[in-house]
């Protein structure tokens, strides 16, 4: 069964920039089926973004310009680049393989 471990997660000020890794492993590893999702508080579980085998990639209305995937050439890990921080994108994020999901890497942004 595949798994998947986030990090990178961390406080920082508003227009600053972190870099989030997820890492999966196991068997049957699709990178068709990974993509990056955020909870803030007291709200739903949303989609941020996925990327495909091809390199396409998707992103939600909220963070596109500022945030970037890309994937390893070995096709079992995922980076989302986030620039440009905002307060409202304090939120905690995971990571998504299928109906797998990663225990997730905190973002707060706050001065």
């Known amino acids: 069964q595949v798994q998947v471990m986030e990090s990178g997660g961390g406080l920082v ?36 973004g996925r990327i495909t085998s091809g390199g396409s990639t998707d992103y939600a209305l909220s963070v596109r310009g500022r945030f970037s995937i890309s994937r390893n050439r070995y096709g079992n890990a995922i980076y989302l680049q986030m620039n440009d921080l905002k307060p409202e994108d304090t939120a905690t994020y995971f990571c998504r393989h299928g109906e797998i999901w990663g225990q997730g890497t905190l973002v707060t942004v706050s001065s």
């Open 13 to 48: 000020q508003p227009g600053g920039s972190l870099r989030l890794s997820c890492a999966a492993s196991g068997r049957a590893i699709n990178i068709n089926a990974m993509g990056w999702y955020r909870q803030a508080p007291g709200k739903e579980r949303e989609f941020v």
